[in-house]
């Protein structure tokens, strides 16, 4: 078995167990991060029946997975990274998902391919870094109404907290947006902060190291 099967089997057994001594309501979708890294690295989660892969840039993305997405109609893909607009319309055609939508002129570019089962994020810079994309979440509800008369398919909130500090803080925060706005999904956790996710009701993690080993 290779290494990342075993790594994504050891993650799945612990977000189970995790999930089973806290009562929770839902298992989450594990994206596995395969940015960097070249497809015969991650062929082998493929063969294994692992559909949720995620991506940072949308160029790497075609170069990799154009081809592979039309013999297999099953693989999800997901853009994490930061979306330029210049890049959507490659992007909303590769793409099932997309995590980073930010700002009003981003979501208009998506809005005008007109691809309905696009599904979205919209990134919220919960930690108020000037270094971070995200929505502010005092200006989440007008982006939202945006969107939405945009006709944009939005199913949930995403985060990158900041490094440093108690991630359950920020994880809190993003539940309680979810609540307060109902959304459906929380796109947040990584290889560090995961299981802490799980207890704020993430439904995608986003988990890149811990699967495929550190990036050079």
């Not at 999930?19 to 015969?40: C, E, R, W």
């Not at 081809?67 to 590769?94: M, P, R, S, Y």
């Not at 007109?114 to 270094?131: A, H, P, R, T």
Request: hydrophobic share 40%; proline share 1%; charged share 30%.
């Amino acid at each position: 078995m290779h290494e990342t099967i075993k790594n994504l089997l050891n993650i799945e057994t612990k977000v189970k167990q995790k999930v089973s001594d806290n009562n929770l309501k839902n298992i989450p979708n594990i994206i596995a991060v395969s940015k960097t890294f070249k497809i015969d690295h991650i062929s082998h989660l493929i063969k294994h029946g692992h559909m949720h892969f995620g991506e940072n840039k949308v160029q790497e993305a075609l170069e990799k997975w154009e081809e592979i997405k039309k013999k297999n109609d099953k693989i999800k893909l997901h853009l994490i990274g930061k979306l330029q607009t210049n890049k959507v319309k490659f992007a909303v055609k590769l793409f099932d998902y997309i995590h980073s939508l930010d700002n009003e002129k981003l979501a208009k570019k998506i809005a005008s391919f007109d691809n309905k089962n696009l599904k979205i994020f919209i990134q919220v810079n919960i930690g108020n870094e000037d270094q971070k994309s995200g929505i502010n979440a005092n200006d989440l509800f007008e982006f939202y109404n945006y969107c939405k008369k945009l006709e944009l398919n939005i199913i949930g909130l995403m985060c990158i907290p900041p490094l440093h500090g108690d991630t359950k803080i920020y994880f809190k925060k993003m539940l309680e947006l979810k609540k307060k706005y109902s959304f459906n999904e929380l796109s947040m956790g990584m290889s560090s902060d995961y299981l802490n996710a799980l207890d704020f009701e993430a439904s995608f993690i986003r988990i890149g190291s811990s699967i495929f080993g550190n990036r050079y």
